[in-house]
């Protein structure tokens, strides 16, 4: 007969296991272990009594022969047996289960006949003095019944385990019961316990794609909240970079909108002019406007990635006295340009933990805007200072300053200072700031050069 196979389900590595699974599973095998160590326990117990404790047991059990011990010897077998199995019976055993475990007697008159035994008792006296170079097999506890005769009650010396195996199976059926209520109540409690976990993942599986909003639950457990709060915590990091994305696209689309509106009249003037000095003039308006274009969108890359939160700076053992060298003499050209004196401070050598594009993007920033605002003829000075407290960078000038009521906007990115000519993306100062927070480095205005202008010094902490 044919007809289609039915695939069997085949294992994948990939597919997830059950937590709840794994709680029962050890939650069984602590009760597994439980019961071992019990029956360890109990099987050490029987198969190694001390002769103290076999005596006292017999004692015990003495107590209870010794009055059927005493009976007319018609009647003494049977009231033996009688009071031997209600013993047993009150110790939860019966010939099957407890036959290994079993004491045996022996009743004695005065003339040395054996009046009565056990089914297990030997036919020799069980006090018989063991032949020369052995042990006794029996630990022997003597009564005295009275009418001169005696109850001797024994025990062997070592008891096989097999002996003990049927108390420890009827240990172990006693005890089926518990263990299967503590089943359940395992595999309920941990199914119980579990399910906040499947209601968070419910809550989740609800919400809407682009629902950024932090994870709200009726009530936090321990077990619970460190994986809320992690959740939240990167639903909060990928708000804000979401959030720079967005601002870094809207302040892109307004600000370009201007320059590149002037770089196209620039482009058809230039197009339509037939006199070469008019061309010449509208080609040089041409490539400033580009050059201002790609400026702009210089800093605002810069500014996005200062802004990317996810972003983990990556610092490195650098010198920094040779890096600032480096970046002072790279801006030289553009003060000369300006005829502004730019100076720097420094020692020979400043090794220190830093991000090398973060302290690059500052330091250009920082000169950059000293030497634009600052008029012909000013000073501007770079200062490299590093100790055990940390290491600073100082930008200083000794130009018009900048009154107290704006020294925090210009942190505000597009921010211009009003009265100002000089043009600019109004984006340096805000790439710094930023950049200082992510490196946490502190950010201070400091006083200008010659009592006048303006400083900004950047404090690296110690490492």
């Known amino acids: 007969m044919s007809g289609a196979s039915i695939p069997s389900r085949a294992w994948r590595p990939w597919a997830?296991?059950?937590?709840?699974?794994?709680?029962?599973?050890?939650?069984?095998?602590?009760?597994?272990l439980a019961?071992?160590?019990?029956?360890?326990?109990?099987?050490?117990?029987?198969?190694?009594?001390?002769?103290?404790?076999?005596?006292?047991?017999?004692?015990?059990?003495?107590?209870?022969?010794?009055?059927?011990?005493?009976?007319?010897?018609?009647?003494?077998?049977?009231?033996?047996?009688?009071?031997?199995?209600?013993?047993?019976?009150?110790?939860?055993?019966?010939?099957?289960?407890?036959?290994?475990?079993?004491?045996?007697?022996?009743?004695?008159?005065?003339?040395?006949?054996?009046?009565?035994?056990s089914p297990r008792a030997p036919a020799t006296r069980l006090d018989a003095a063991p032949a020369p170079g052995e042990h006794p097999d029996w630990v022997v506890r003597r009564l005295e019944p009275g009418q001169g005769r005696a109850l001797l009650l024994a025990e062997p010396r070592e008891i096989p385990l097999s002996a003990a195996m049927?108390?420890?199976?009827?240990?172990?059926?006693?005890?089926?019961?518990?263990?299967?209520?503590?089943?359940?109540?395992?595999?309920?409690?941990?199914?119980?316990?579990?399910?906040?976990?499947?209601?968070?993942?419910?809550?989740?599986?609800?919400?809407?794609?682009?629902?950024?909003?932090?994870?709200?639950?009726?009530?936090?457990?321990?077990?619970t909240a460190p994986l809320v709060s992690a959740l939240n915590g990167l639903l909060s990091r990928e708000g804000q970079r979401l959030e720079a994305e967005r601002r870094f696209l809207a302040d892109a689309a307004h600000e370009l909108r201007t320059p590149l509106a002037a770089v196209n009249a620039q482009a058809h003037l230039l197009l339509g002019e037939q006199e070469p000095q008019a061309r010449h003039e509208a080609a040089q308006a041409l490539r400033a406007g580009v050059a201002r274009v790609s400026h702009l969108l210089a800093q605002l890359l810069t500014l996005a990635r200062a802004e990317a939160t996810?972003?983990?700076?990556?610092?490195?053992?650098?010198?920094?006295?040779?890096?600032?060298?480096?970046?002072?003499?790279?801006?030289?050209?553009?003060?000369?340009?300006?005829?502004?004196?730019?100076e720097m401070q420094a020692p020979e050598s400043c090794e220190a933990q830093l991000e090398r594009s973060g302290l690059c993007s500052m330091v250009d920033n920082l000169v950059d805007n000293a030497i634009r605002y600052s008029p012909p003829g000013a000073r501007v000075e770079v200062a490299l200072n590093g100790g055990p407290a940390g290491l600073s960078v100082t930008v200083r000038d000794n130009g018009p300053g900048l009154a107290l009521e704006q020294r925090e906007r210009v942190f505000e990115r597009f921010y211009r200072v009003p009265g100002n000519s000089e043009q600019g993306t109004g984006l340096g100062l805000a790439i710094v700031k930023r950049i200082a927070e992510r490196e946490r480095a502190r950010l201070d205005f400091v006083d200008g050069?010659?009592?006048?202008?303006?400083?900004?010094?950047?404090?690296?902490?110690a490492a």
């Open 310 to 342: 996810a972003l983990t700076p990556r610092t490195e053992n650098l010198d920094a006295a040779a890096l600032l060298r480096e970046r002072v003499a790279m801006l030289a050209p553009l003060a000369r340009q300006r005829g502004i004196q730019l």
């Open 166 to 223: 049927p108390v420890l199976w009827l240990i172990l059926k006693s005890q089926l019961g518990v263990f299967l209520w503590h089943g359940l109540v395992i595999w309920i409690s941990v199914r119980v316990g579990l399910r906040p976990l499947a209601q968070l993942a419910q809550r989740i599986a609800r919400r809407p794609a682009g629902d950024l909003a932090p994870v709200q639950v009726d009530r936090l457990y321990t077990e």
């Open 35 to 117: 019961w071992l160590a019990l029956a360890a326990l109990l099987t050490l117990r029987v198969v190694a009594w001390g002769t103290d404790e076999v005596q006292t047991r017999l004692q015990q059990m003495g107590t209870v022969l010794v009055a059927a011990a005493g009976s007319p010897e018609p009647e003494l077998a049977q009231r033996l047996a009688d009071a031997d199995r209600a013993v047993m019976a009150l110790l939860g055993l019966d010939d099957d289960v407890g036959a290994g475990l079993h004491p045996v007697y022996q009743v004695w008159d005065a003339e040395g006949r054996l009046l009565a035994r």
């Open 449 to 461: 050069l010659d009592g006048r202008g303006l400083g900004l010094r950047i404090s690296y902490p």
């Open 16 to 32: 997830p296991r059950s937590l709840s699974g794994r709680l029962i599973a050890w939650q069984a095998l602590a009760l597994l």
